[in-house]
């Protein structure tokens, strides 16, 4: 049986609420397989979302791994298509680290491409009503950084896949005058971009790219 592993993560800097930590569980709650789905929220620190994610991915041994987080200013669901090897953090996480130019992971390489079809997923959740697009920087900060750790765990396994989705803000919990999507809707393009991941063995041979 195929094994999913989607991943969200706890508030932070300051928010009540992560639409990526709701979407997840929203998610499970309506999946209904025949693939088994692993659904875990994650804590905004640096260190522990790292050995947490291992030790799932560790523990379940999953042939498709997405990691989602909030993309705070962001008007579309975006798949991620690169994560580097460093964290540079502007803000504290969770537990109050604030690593500067440190890398992920020490002697490996300084980036690595997903490994989900992100054209795929992209198309996907717009076919579904969700605004989307492919991003080309997952940032500096823990959403980077959980990114480039799956890659690197998954890089050994043959046929194992991961990749990270950046959701906006909930409309329902979203700061006054913010980009937001209904939370329904961020749950619908999750939904599609994980049956692309099983489904698309190939990514779509489309141009995706950006100016700027």
């Not at 992209?122 to 990114?147: D, I, L, R």
Request: proline share 8%; charged share 15%; with cysteine.
């Amino acid at each position: 049986m195929t094994t999913v592993l989607l991943t969200g993560f706890e508030p932070f800097a300051g928010d009540a609420t992560n639409p990526s930590g709701d979407a997840v569980r929203a998610v499970a709650a309506g999946w209904s397989g025949p693939e088994e789905l692993i659904v875990e929220v994650l804590p905004v620190t640096f260190d522990r979302a790292d050995a947490q994610l291992r030790a799932l991915i560790d523990r379940h041994r999953p042939d498709v791994v997405i990691a989602t987080g909030l993309a705070g200013g962001r008007t579309q669901v975006t798949p991620e298509r690169v994560a580097i090897n460093l964290a540079d953090a502007r803000i504290p996480d969770n537990d109050g680290a604030q690593p500067v130019d440190r890398p992920i992971v020490e002697g490996a390489p300084a980036a690595y491409f997903a490994t989900v079809p992100v054209k795929a997923m992209a198309a996907a959740m717009g076919e579904a009503g969700v605004p989307a697009a492919v991003s080309y920087s997952a940032g500096t900060f823990v959403c980077n950084h959980v990114m480039f750790a799956a890659l690197h765990a998954t890089a050994s396994t043959p046929g194992a896949r991961a990749g990270f989705v950046h959701v906006p803000y909930a409309s329902e919990d979203a700061p006054a005058g913010a980009p937001s999507l209904p939370l329904d809707d961020i749950v619908r393009a999750l939904e599609s971009a994980v049956r692309a991941a099983i489904d698309v063995p190939t990514d779509l041979a489309v141009s995706a790219g950006t100016l700027h």
